[in-house]
C-alpha cells in the first residue's frame, strides 16, 4: 500500500504489524546469525515505518525500531558501554538519492548546488560486522561489537586470535586514545573453505560469509574463533585522543601505517567533487565488485575533511555527514519447474530446483539448491511455482521464496527411495539429513571417487570429475585401488583421449601414489567426519593405515581433539569386510605411506594432559610442540582428565572451567622453570 493515501487508523494497525516484523527479522538476523529475508526485504520495511512515522508523527513511540540502531546484546559476554555511540547510515538504494544527498548536505552548509568545493571520499560498503578497536597508548585493550549502539559486548579475547589485528601499534608516538570502527568478514576464498570443513565435519554449512563472521565473532570459546579465517578492515574513528585527524582520507592513511588494515591495496578508495562522480564510482564497483576478495553490498559516501563533518553533525540515529547507496540485490523471479535430487559423497540427499534459466547479477541461474527437505517445508516450495531465487555469497545460487502459485500444485514429499540406487533411504537420529547407506550406490561411489583424487586428497590433477564419470560408466574405475591398475592399454581407443592425455594420466597417477602423504590418503579415504585435520592426528598416532585399521576405539578416543562420533565412524568403517579389503589392496599395490617413529626429547611429560588458553607468549602452536617433545597430551577443552591448564593473557571460559575442577593453571614461563628448564 502507497503510505501517501493510508489512513491514520490503517496507518496504526500497519505500523504495529511492521514493529512486530522488524523485531522479529532483527532478532534472527543479530542473535542467531540466520536471517529469513534479504537486507533489501529488512530495508524496505523499515522505510515503511519511517514513512507512515513521518506521515503520522503522533504515532512515532519510543519502542519503535527506527528510536534505535538495530543490534541486540546477546548474553553471555561482558557490556561495555560506548564512549561514543556507534551509529548507522542512512540507507539509498538509487541514483537519485546520491544526488539529493549532494544537495541536502550543500544545502545545511549553505553552499550552491553546483558548488564543487566538497571533497567526497567514496568507499565501499563491507558487508561484515561492526566492530570497534580500542587502543590506549597503543596497545589494544578492548575490542567492542556494536551491540544496540549504545552498549556493545567485549570480545578482545575472540579478536586477538585475528592475526591481521595489531596488539601494539607499529609507531613510535601512539596517540593516547585510539577508537579504530571497521568491518569483520570473511574472504569469499575462505569461506569455501570453511564450508567444506563444515561439510567435512558434518555440520550445516553457512549461508554466506557474513553469517559466518558473524557467529564466530559470537563464539564464547575462542578457540573455535581463532580456527576461522576473520579479516579486519577498519574505515572510522571512534574517539581520538593525542591525534589530529583532518579528513577521512588522512585517517585510512594513517591507519594503513600504524598496522592498521585498510582495502587499499585494492584501489576501491576515490575522491569525488560532484554527484556524477559518486554515481560514476558507484556504478562501476557495482560492475566490478565479483572481482573483490571480500563481499560488500553498497558504496559509502563521506564528507571527507573533518571540520565540515562537525558542522554538518547528526540527525538522530545518522550522521548527516554520510550516507550507504546500496547495491539492488542480485535477485530474480523465475519458474520452479521441478526438483530433483542429488546424492553426495557420504549418501546425503539434496533437493535441487530445477528452474527456467534466468539471469541473476549477470549470471544465468538454471538450477539452486534447497539445502534440505525441512527448508523445503518451511518455504513451501512446490513445482510449478514462480519463485524468488538470488546468489547467496554470490556463489550458491538459491531459492528465497514462493512468489506465486498455480491453483493446483502438490507439495513434495521426501523420497522414500534413492534417486541412484532404489534402496531405502534413512534419517538418523537428530538429524534432518536422509541419506543413502548402500555402499555400493554408483552416486556415492561416484563422489567417493572424486574425492579421493581432489586437490586435498591424492591431488591427481589429471583425473578430474568428468573422467571420473567417464571411467566409473565404463567400468574401468570401480574402486580406488582400480585408479592404480589403470594400463596404457586400457585408455589407447577412448575418444577425445589422444596419446599426450594418456601419458598425462598415468604420470599423474604414479606421481600421487609415489608421493601421498599418509594423513592425506586417510582423508581422501573419504570416512564420515575425518577431515584434513583428523587425519593429521590419525596418521601421526597409527603410522600407518595397517595400524589405524587395527586401532581400537579406546585408542582412537584418547586423542587429542577425537571425539567419540569420529572413532564410532572410523571403527565402523572398518568393521566393513569391502572396504577393509579395498584398503588392503591399495596397502598391496604399494600405497602403504608410513610415518617414521618419532623420537620424544624426554618422557618426562608422559601420560600428562595439557589444555593452552589465552594468549600465551611463545605461542600457541610452539608451546604445543614443546610439551609433546616430551611425552605430553594436548587437547582443545578441558575435562576432569586434564593434568594443566597452561594460561596466558584473557584466558576465557577455558581457565574458568579449570579452576572449578580444581586443575593447576599455569603462566608458561613457571610451567617451564618448573618442569623443564633443567632438561635442556
Ligand atoms: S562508516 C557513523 N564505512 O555500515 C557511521 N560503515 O550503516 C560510521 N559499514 O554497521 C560508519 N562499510 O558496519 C562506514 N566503509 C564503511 C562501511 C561501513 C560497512 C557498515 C558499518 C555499519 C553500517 C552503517
Same mark, same amino acid.
Not at 561482558?78 to 549532494?102: C, G, P, V
Not at 611463545?618 to 577443552?637: F, M
Given at each position: 500500500? !502507497?503510505?501517501?493515501?493510508?489512513?491514520?487508523?490503517?496507518?496504526?494497525?500497519?505500523?504495529?504489524?511492521?514493529?512486530?516484523?522488524?523485531?522479529?527479522?532483527?532478532?534472527?538476523?543479530?542473535?542467531?546469525? $540466520?536471517? @529469513?529475508?534479504? $537486507?533489501?526485504?529488512?530495508? #524496505?520495511?523499515?522505510?515503511?515505518?519511517?514513512?507512515?512515522?513521518?506521515?503520522?508523527?503522533?504515532?512515532?513511540?519510543?519502542?519503535?525500531? #527506527?528510536?534505535?540502531?538495530?543490534?541486540?546484546?546477546? %548474553?553471555?559476554?561482558?557490556?561495555?558501554?560506548?564512549?561514543?555511540?556507534?551509529?548507522?547510515?542512512?540507507?539509498?538504494?538509487?541514483?537519485?538519492?546520491?544526488?539529493?544527498?549532494?544537495?541536502?548536505?550543500?544545502?545545511?552548509?549553505?553552499?550552491?548546488? %553546483?558548488?564543487?568545493?566538497?571533497?567526497?571520499? /567514496?568507499?565501499?560498503?563491507? $558487508?561484515?560486522?561492526?566492530?570497534?578497536?580500542?587502543?590506549?597508548?597503543?596497545?589494544?585493550?578492548?575490542?567492542?561489537?556494536?551491540?544496540?549502539?549504545?552498549?556493545?559486548?567485549?570480545?578482545?579475547?575472540?579478536?586477538?586470535?585475528?592475526?591481521?589485528?595489531?596488539?601494539?601499534?607499529?609507531?613510535?608516538?601512539?596517540?593516547?586514545?585510539?577508537?579504530?570502527?571497521?568491518?569483520?568478514?570473511? &574472504?569469499?576464498?575462505?569461506?569455501?573453505?570453511?564450508?567444506?570443513?563444515?561439510?567435512?565435519?558434518?555440520?550445516?554449512?553457512?549461508?554466506?560469509?557474513?553469517?559466518?563472521?558473524?557467529? #564466530?565473532?559470537?563464539?564464547?570459546?575462542?578457540?573455535?574463533?581463532?580456527?576461522?579465517?576473520?579479516?579486519?578492515?577498519?574505515? +572510522?574513528?571512534?574517539?581520538?585522543?593525542?591525534?589530529?585527524?583532518?579528513?577521512?582520507?588522512?585517517?585510512?592513511?594513517?591507519?594503513?601505517?600504524?598496522?592498521?588494515?585498510?582495502?587499499?591495496?585494492?584501489?576501491?578508495?576515490?575522491?569525488?567533487?560532484?554527484?556524477?562522480?559518486?554515481?560514476?564510482?558507484?556504478?562501476?564497483?557495482?560492475?566490478?565488485?565479483?572481482?573483490?576478495?571480500?563481499?560488500?553490498?553498497?558504496?559509502?559516501?563521506?564528507?571527507?575533511?573533518?571540520? =565540515?563533518?562537525?558542522?554538518?553533525?547528526?540527525?538522530?540515529?545518522?550522521?548527516?555527514?554520510?550516507?550507504?547507496?546500496?547495491?539492488?540485490?542480485?535477485?530474480?523471479?523465475? &519458474?520452479?519447474?521441478?526438483?530433483?535430487?542429488?546424492?553426495?559423497?557420504?549418501?546425503?540427499?539434496?533437493?535441487?530446483?530445477?528452474?527456467?534459466?534466468?539471469?541473476?547479477?549477470?549470471?544465468?541461474?538454471?538450477?539452486?539448491?534447497?539445502?534440505?527437505?525441512?527448508?523445503?517445508?518451511? !518455504?513451501?516450495?512446490?513445482?510449478?511455482?514462480?519463485?524468488?531465487?538470488?546468489? +547467496?555469497?554470490?556463489?550458491?545460487?538459491?531459492?528465497?521464496?514462493?512468489?506465486?502459485?498455480?491453483?493446483?500444485?502438490?507439495?513434495?514429499?521426501?523420497?522414500?527411495?534413492?534417486? @541412484? /540406487?532404489?534402496?531405502?533411504?534413512?534419517?538418523?537420529?537428530?538429524?534432518?539429513?536422509?541419506?543413502?547407506?548402500?555402499?555400493? /550406490?554408483?552416486?556415492?561411489?561416484?563422489?567417493?571417487?572424486?574425492?579421493?583424487?581432489?586437490?586435498?586428497?591424492?591431488?591427481?590433477?589429471?583425473?578430474?570429475?568428468?573422467?571420473?564419470?567417464?571411467?566409473?560408466?565404463?567400468?574401468?574405475?570401480?574402486?580406488?585401488?582400480?585408479?592404480?591398475?589403470?594400463?596404457?592399454?586400457?585408455?589407447?581407443?577412448?575418444?577425445?583421449?589422444?596419446?599426450?592425455?594418456?601419458?598425462?594420466?598415468?604420470?599423474?597417477?604414479?606421481?600421487?601414489?609415489?608421493?601421498?602423504?599418509?594423513?592425506?590418503?586417510?582423508?581422501? =579415504?573419504?570416512?564420515?567426519?575425518?577431515?584434513?585435520?583428523?587425519?593429521?592426528?590419525?596418521?601421526?598416532?597409527?603410522?600407518?593405515?595397517?595400524?589405524?585399521?587395527?586401532?581400537?576405539?579406546? *585408542?582412537? *578416543?584418547?586423542?587429542?581433539?577425537?571425539?567419540?562420533?569420529?572413532?564410532?565412524?572410523?571403527?565402523?568403517?572398518?568393521?566393513?569386510?569391502?572396504?577393509?579389503?579395498?584398503?588392503?589392496?591399495?596397502?598391496?599395490?604399494?600405497?602403504?605411506? !608410513?610415518? *617414521?617413529?618419532?623420537?620424544?626429547?624426554?618422557?618426562?611429560?608422559?601420560?600428562?594432559?595439557?589444555?593452552?588458553?589465552?594468549?600465551?607468549?611463545?605461542?600457541? %602452536?610452539?608451546?604445543?610442540?614443546?610439551?609433546?617433545?616430551?611425552?605430553?597430551?594436548?587437547?582443545?577443552?578441558?575435562?576432569?582428565?586434564?593434568?594443566?591448564?597452561?594460561?596466558?593473557?584473557?584466558?576465557?571460559?577455558?581457565?574458568?572451567?579449570?579452576?572449578?575442577?580444581?586443575?593447576?593453571?599455569?603462566?608458561?614461563?613457571?610451567?617451564?622453570?618448573?618442569?623443564?628448564?633443567?632438561?635442556?
Amino acid at each position: 500500500m !502507497k503510505t501517501s493515501n493510508i489512513t491514520k487508523s490503517q496507518a496504526k494497525t500497519r505500523i504495529s504489524a511492521l514493529k512486530k516484523q522488524i523485531l522479529h527479522h532483527d532478532k534472527l538476523y543479530y542473535q542467531d546469525a $540466520d536471517p @529469513e529475508i534479504t $537486507d533489501y526485504e529488512y530495508d #524496505t520495511l523499515f522505510k515503511e515505518l519511517q514513512n507512515l512515522e513521518a506521515l503520522y508523527p503522533e504515532l512515532l513511540n519510543e519502542d519503535s525500531p #527506527t528510536q534505535r540502531v538495530s543490534e541486540m546484546v546477546k %548474553d553471555g559476554f561482558i557490556k561495555k558501554e560506548h564512549r561514543q555511540a556507534m551509529l548507522s547510515l542512512q540507507n539509498t538504494y538509487n541514483t537519485e538519492e546520491i544526488t539529493e544527498f549532494d544537495k541536502r548536505t550543500k544545502k545545511f552548509l549553505g553552499l550552491e548546488e %553546483d558548488d564543487s568545493s566538497i571533497t567526497y571520499f /567514496c568507499e565501499p560498503k563491507f $558487508d561484515g560486522l561492526a566492530l570497534e578497536l580500542i587502543y590506549e597508548d597503543g596497545v589494544l585493550t578492548s575490542a567492542l561489537t556494536r551491540g544496540d549502539g549504545k552498549i556493545g559486548e567485549e570480545v578482545l579475547t575472540n579478536v586477538k586470535t585475528i592475526k591481521s589485528i595489531p596488539l601494539k601499534l607499529n609507531t613510535k608516538k601512539p596517540p593516547k586514545l585510539l577508537e579504530v570502527r571497521g568491518e569483520v568478514l570473511i &574472504l569469499k576464498k575462505d569461506f569455501k573453505k570453511l564450508n567444506e570443513k563444515q561439510d567435512e565435519a558434518g555440520e550445516n554449512p553457512f549461508a554466506n560469509p557474513r553469517n559466518a563472521a558473524a557467529g #564466530t565473532m559470537r563464539q564464547l570459546d575462542s578457540s573455535i574463533t581463532a580456527k576461522r579465517p576473520l579479516k579486519f578492515y577498519g574505515y +572510522a574513528p571512534g574517539v581520538v585522543e593525542g591525534l589530529d585527524i583532518k579528513a577521512q582520507s588522512d585517517f585510512l592513511d594513517y591507519l594503513q601505517s600504524i598496522g592498521i588494515p585498510t582495502a587499499k591495496q585494492y584501489k576501491v578508495y576515490v575522491k569525488c567533487q560532484s554527484p556524477e562522480e559518486i554515481i560514476k564510482y558507484y556504478k562501476n564497483i557495482e560492475k566490478t565488485k565479483k572481482n573483490l576478495p571480500f563481499e560488500i553490498d553498497g558504496v559509502v559516501i563521506k564528507v571527507d575533511e573533518t571540520n =565540515l563533518q562537525t558542522e554538518l553533525g547528526f540527525i538522530a540515529r545518522n550522521p548527516r555527514w554520510a550516507a550507504a547507496a546500496k547495491f539492488k540485490p542480485e535477485q530474480a523471479e523465475t &519458474l520452479l519447474k521441478d526438483i530433483h535430487y542429488q546424492v553426495g559423497r557420504t549418501g546425503v540427499v539434496t533437493p535441487v530446483a530445477i528452474l527456467e534459466p534466468v539471469k541473476v547479477g549477470g549470471v544465468t541461474i538454471s538450477n539452486a539448491t534447497l539445502h534440505n527437505f525441512s527448508e523445503i517445508e518451511k !518455504k513451501d516450495v512446490r513445482p510449478g511455482d514462480t519463485v524468488l531465487v538470488h546468489r +547467496a555469497g554470490e556463489v550458491i545460487p538459491e531459492v528465497i521464496k514462493m512468489v506465486k502459485r498455480p491453483k493446483t500444485s502438490k507439495a513434495i514429499t521426501p523420497p522414500i527411495n534413492c534417486p @541412484e /540406487c532404489s534402496s531405502k533411504l534413512v534419517r538418523e537420529g537428530e538429524e534432518i539429513a536422509i541419506r543413502c547407506i548402500n555402499p555400493f /550406490c554408483s552416486a556415492v561411489v561416484k563422489e567417493r571417487l572424486k574425492h579421493f583424487v581432489s586437490r586435498k586428497a591424492l591431488n591427481i590433477d589429471k583425473l578430474g570429475d568428468k573422467q571420473i564419470e567417464r571411467f566409473f560408466d565404463l567400468k574401468l574405475i570401480q574402486n580406488y585401488s582400480d585408479i592404480f591398475k589403470l594400463k596404457k592399454e586400457d585408455l589407447n581407443d577412448l575418444e577425445r583421449f589422444g596419446e599426450k592425455s594418456v601419458d598425462n594420466l598415468i604420470t599423474s597417477i604414479k606421481k600421487a601414489k609415489e608421493g601421498v602423504s599418509l594423513d592425506k590418503l586417510i582423508f581422501a =579415504l573419504g570416512i564420515r567426519f575425518v577431515g584434513e585435520r583428523t587425519g593429521e592426528t590419525l596418521a601421526e598416532k597409527f603410522r600407518n593405515l595397517k595400524n589405524l585399521m587395527n586401532a581400537t576405539s579406546e *585408542e582412537i *578416543e584418547k586423542l587429542d581433539d577425537i571425539g567419540p562420533k569420529v572413532a564410532t565412524s572410523l571403527i565402523e568403517a572398518f568393521s566393513n569386510k569391502e572396504f577393509k579389503k579395498e584398503i588392503k589392496e591399495l596397502i598391496k599395490i604399494g600405497l602403504n605411506p !608410513k610415518l *617414521e617413529e618419532k623420537k620424544n626429547t624426554s618422557n618426562k611429560l608422559e601420560g600428562l594432559k595439557f589444555v593452552l588458553t589465552g594468549t600465551l607468549t611463545i605461542g600457541r %602452536d610452539e608451546a604445543t610442540q614443546i610439551l609433546k617433545s616430551h611425552g605430553a597430551k594436548v587437547s582443545g577443552s578441558v575435562s576432569k582428565n586434564t593434568d594443566y591448564v597452561i594460561a596466558g593473557e584473557n584466558a576465557g571460559s577455558k581457565a574458568a572451567k579449570a579452576e572449578s575442577l580444581n586443575i593447576p593453571i599455569k603462566s608458561w614461563e613457571d610451567f617451564y622453570l618448573e618442569f623443564l628448564s633443567s632438561l635442556n
